[in-house]
């Protein structure tokens, strides 16, 4: 079901690119309301994310798109906490800082059109003309800033750190690379999508990357209907992941884990299907 409202979605996204609809703003309201909607029914819930958004914590929030889980953190961060959202592609970035503006309490936003990656300068961006959430790091494309987290954060005062949500189409890894500093220091819950087709496009693959979680100390969760799961084993993993290719999963220190669930975290061993 969800698989076919996707294409759905995709199709209808590619007339109205290739017609020009999606240029006007009657277009872009249906587009945004579309994806909105589709992230809000058809994605887990969220809500459970807001028990690592202390009172002072930043969020950082690593491929924004237009922003759907940028407003929310913007409304959970209090006391000086802020959330930086990065977005590097020109017509999603004018559609988040829309919606800052528009959605979000004042000054709790800071936009920064870039990737997020392992060096701090410029790299390729990749345009996908049929989906607005499907650009990615390549060998070529459009110049485009880079940042690494560690880097990024050092300018804002180094802040401490509650929540780094990354969905970057395969390149999560290099996110942590340039992450490591933050995630030795503050050690934040890690919300990030695993994709196992778009990371071995990448060059590393969804084994590789819940690898390094685990070695970083990290613990493989689930997010559902407002919880979090106790710690998610192989089979738990693969049985999450088989159902589209890829899954969404909370990263939690393992100190901060159940304690049903404090070995070191599995990996998964398949390919999307």
């Not at 587009?31 to 809500?47: D, V």
């Not at 970035?93 to 990737?115: D, H, I, K, N």
């Not at 180094?158 to 490591?180: H, N, T, W, Y």
């Not at 087709?197 to 970083?216: K, N, P, T, V, Y």
Request: proline share 6%; hydrophobic share 40%.
């Amino acid at each position: 079901m969800i698989r076919l409202l996707q294409r759905l979605l995709l199709s209808g996204y590619s007339v109205a690119k290739s017609t020009g609809v999606i240029d006007t703003r009657a277009g872009k309201a249906v587009m945004h309301a579309a994806y909105f909607g589709y992230k809000r029914w058809l994605e887990p819930s969220p809500s459970a994310l807001r028990a690592y958004v202390q009172p002072g914590a930043w969020v950082v929030d690593v491929g924004a798109n237009l922003g759907f889980y940028t407003r929310l953190f913007a409304r959970w961060v209090s006391q000086g906490g802020k959330v930086i959202a990065l977005e590097p592609e020109a017509g999603n970035f004018a559609g988040l800082q829309r919606l800052v503006s528009g959605q979000c309490p004042p000054g709790t936003v800071v936009p920064v059109r870039a990737v997020a990656s392992e060096i701090d300068g410029n790299l390729r961006l990749r345009i996908n003309p049929d989906s607005h959430a499907d650009h990615r790091i390549a060998e070529e494309g459009l110049d485009t800033p880079s940042h690494r987290l560690d880097s990024l954060l050092a300018i804002h005062g180094d802040p401490p750190v509650g929540l780094i949500k990354i969905d970057v189409q395969g390149a999560e890894p290099r996110v942590l690379a340039g992450a490591g500093e933050v995630l030795r220091r503050h050690r934040p819950a890690v919300y990030m999508e695993v994709d196992n087709a778009a990371l071995l496009e990448a060059g590393s693959s969804a084994d590789a990357l819940l690898d390094s979680m685990r070695q970083l100390g990290y613990v493989v969760h689930q997010v559902s209907r407002d919880h979090v799961s106790a710690a998610l084993d192989a089979g738990g993993i693969a049985t999450q992941m088989r159902r589209l290719g890829y899954a969404d999963f909370l990263f939690l220190p393992a100190p901060e884990s159940r304690a049903a669930a404090t070995q070191n975290s599995p990996t998964y061993t398949g390919t999307s299907a």
